[in-house]
């Protein structure tokens, strides 16, 4: 069994700056791309960050130059950096990762979300 847990997500002011961080556990035998995932109410999933497993990103523009993704592969976490929030980044962000675990094929798996909220 593999799971994913988001943490770091809150109320901060427009121009501020918040930390996500996402840990995987389980019976993990390796992890291929992790990404952040956010959906604003009323609105689609969309694909904020990518970092596969060689340190390689990827950002949506709408992030870009904002957002920084990295990742701790001894510790299986992946972070994201938000900094220069704006009112319109307001969602609810989830971690998706390519597992392989020990015991099965190679799937994504999703946390539960943690909720950023930014204020004007």
Do not use: H
């Not at 904020?48 to 523009?61: D, L, V, W």
Request: aromatic fraction near 10%.
């Amino acid at each position: 069994q593999v799971q994913l847990v988001e943490s770091g997500g809150g109320l901060v002011q427009a121009g501020g700056s918040l930390r996500l961080s996402c840990v995987a556990s389980g019976s993990i035998f390796s992890i291929a791309d992790m990404n952040w995932y956010r959906q604003a109410p009323g609105k689609q999933r969309e694909l904020a960050a990518t970092i596969t497993s060689g340190g390689s990103t990827n950002y949506a523009g709408s992030v870009k130059g904002r957002f920084t993704i990295s990742r701790d592969v001894a510790k299986n976490t992946v972070y994201l950096q938000m900094n220069s929030l704006k009112p319109e980044d307001t969602a609810v962000y989830y971690c998706a990762a390519r597992v392989r675990p020990l015991t099965a094929d190679t799937f994504v798996y999703w946390g539960q979300g943690t909720q950023v909220t930014v204020s004007s």
